[in-house]
């Protein structure tokens, strides 16, 4: 297995990304290789001032970034030697088997639909998002910002594409599929979810148990919740920002701890042809490391031909 890590995304990159990168390398099996795409001289500098052995990974030399403001779409089509670009280069070429970068989201998203494509039969692939849960384990939410306005088939599918992810990496059994709304009652909600609703009832690819309310969000009523990219986006940031209160306010409470982004690494996009992984621009060394490691699971755990199977 080649892991593809892009190490000059992010906000602390690239110094964040190679510590991260060295500090998963214990957890990783002697098959598993990680590729460092970026600038190969700061990458040793790096690693030799931490007194690690070069040797360990494989480099993928570039010094053109995209950075954080620039348009996503101009971006991939006139950076093809970015460091994204590259990613997204061996990655479509099966040189790796997964990508991650903690860079521009919405180049992350555009290089994925350029290079990889999506999946045959999904309309709109999706980001997925982590949420604690109060008794323990965690549920999924998405879509979390690839798609600010939806069409209850997207929303449909992305009930698909959640379910599956919660059985593949997480190990839920028949995972809870919930469509997030401001009532309980079926016939709730803005025009999207009342169109939704029937659908994912009569849809018998996945476990649907209803709408589900905010206030639910953190219990065992769902493992999987569905909304548009707009609604998950609000909801995961409101969320993030707990555990930065809880720190301002001198609290630690395990419950609270698990809403730490470092923990989680990255969220998958689903519904795309090859594992990519986007992590938080703000990420750490820890961080790095938890999105490797969720690359390396992903990979592993076969999620992308489980999704191709179930859009035949």
């Not at 290089?111 to 604690?132: E, L």
């Not at 599929?177 to 029937?198: D, F, H, M, R, S």
């Not at 609290?251 to 938080?280: K, T």
């Not at 621009?281 to 999105?291: Q, T």
Request: proline share 4%.
């Amino acid at each position: 297995m080649k892991i593809g890590l892009d190490i000059m995304g992010g906000d602390f990159a690239p110094e964040a990304a190679v510590l991260g990168a060295i500090a998963s390398y214990q957890v990783l099996s002697p098959d598993q290789k990680l590729v460092l795409i970026g600038d190969k001289e700061v990458a040793l500098k790096v690693i030799a001032d931490n007194n690690f052995d070069a040797g360990c990974f494989e480099y993928v030399h570039t010094t053109e970034v995209i950075g954080m403001a620039e348009h996503p779409t101009k971006a991939i089509a006139q950076k093809p030697e970015s460091s994204i670009g590259i990613g997204f280069k061996l990655l479509k070429e099966g040189q790796i088997d997964s990508f991650a970068s903690a860079g521009n989201t919405g180049a992350m998203l555009v290089g994925a639909m350029f290079s990889v494509k999506a999946i045959a039969g999904v309309i709109r692939p999706a980001i997925a998002g982590i949420v604690p849960k109060l008794i323990g384990g965690c549920g999924i939410i998405l879509d979390v910002g690839a798609n600010a306005d939806c069409k209850p088939d997207a929303l449909v599918q992305f009930g698909i594409l959640g379910s599956l992810m919660a059985e593949s990496l997480y190990h839920i059994d028949d995972p809870k599929v919930g469509l997030i709304n401001i009532g309980e009652e079926k016939e709730k909600g803005n025009l999207l979810c009342q169109a939704t609703y029937p659908l994912m009832a009569e849809n018998k690819q996945f476990n649907f148990v209803g709408n589900i309310e905010g206030r639910d969000l953190f219990t065992d009523q769902a493992d999987v919740f569905v909304c548009d990219g707009f609604t998950g986006n609000v909801i995961l940031k409101l969320a993030e920002n707990f555990y930065d209160i809880t720190l301002e306010k001198g609290m630690r409470d395990e419950f609270f701890d698990r809403f730490n982004y470092e923990q989680y690494g990255g969220s998958p996009i689903l519904g795309v042809n090859a594992p990519v992984i986007i992590g938080h621009g703000i990420s750490n060394p820890e961080a790095i490391k938890s999105m490797i490691l969720l690359s390396k699971n992903t990979v592993e755990s076969g999620l992308i031909e489980k999704i191709k199977q179930a859009f035949l």
